[in-house]
């Protein structure tokens, strides 16, 4: 895929803007939903199944139509991805209620941002779209931040230069696009420590979709 990554932080955006990102984000989830067979969103947003899977560009645009004004999907229920035993999301869970890198011991190492899990898998019925990101610890331990399909060595899905940020009053930037994690993928959120120190506090803002009544809340 063609990649566009870059960050923007979010004391430079209007509430306005930060909505638009967030209903973008929302509808690339559903669309990719209805590809993955996750609910019926085709059944469920008047005019979808005319535009052809190979069109995502109108098909995302459709669905954010639909939902800006508060509509969704009756056949998919969504919520945020929570690690830890509190939450069945993933295959293997970390026993953390946040996400979180383990001690960052060797500069230029990645690590994962789910600590115990490099390699995390969703469920069957999960589907996960990440669209930005925020970082409690300071100063900022980390400079780049990698997304990867098939595992901690895996392919990169998508990258974002973290260092442009260290001067902001607050650290809570959006994607340029959202990244898609389909049901039963692996798949690695790696952050590459540019200092040694404790582990670092990291949260990817996110929304996760599953079929209507089956995930759990």
Not at 18 to 37: F, M, N, S, T
Not at 107 to 120: E, I, L
Not at 132 to 140: A, D, F, Q, Y
């Amino acid at each position: 895929m063609s990649q566009r990554n870059y960050l923007l932080n979010s004391e430079d955006m209007s509430l306005s803007d930060k909505r638009g990102y967030r209903l973008a984000a929302l509808a690339a989830g559903l669309e990719r939903c209805d590809i993955r067979g996750i609910g019926n969103v085709a059944a469920d947003i008047p005019g979808l199944q005319g535009l052809l899977d190979a069109n995502k560009a109108a098909r995302v645009q459709h669905i954010s139509n639909f939902i800006q004004n508060g509509a969704f999907p009756k056949s998919v229920d969504q919520r945020e991805l929570v690690t830890g035993p509190a939450r069945a999301d993933l295959v293997v869970a970390t026993a953390l209620d946040e996400m979180v890198t383990a001690a960052l011991a060797v500069v230029g190492t990645a690590y994962s941002c789910f600590q115990a899990v490099a390699a995390p898998q969703l469920l069957i019925n999960r589907l996960v779209v990440f669209y930005g990101i925020s970082i409690e610890t300071v100063p900022i331990p980390v400079s780049e931040l990698l997304f990867r399909t098939g595992g901690a060595a895996g392919n990169v899905e998508a990258m974002f230069d973290l260092q442009p940020q260290n001067t902001r009053l607050a650290y809570d930037c959006f994607f340029s696009e959202p990244v898609v994690f389909d049901p039963q993928q692996v798949f690695a959120v790696q952050v590459v420590a540019r200092i040694v120190g404790p582990a670092a506090r990291i949260h990817l803002h996110n929304f996760l979709f599953g079929p209507e009544g089956q995930t759990i809340l």
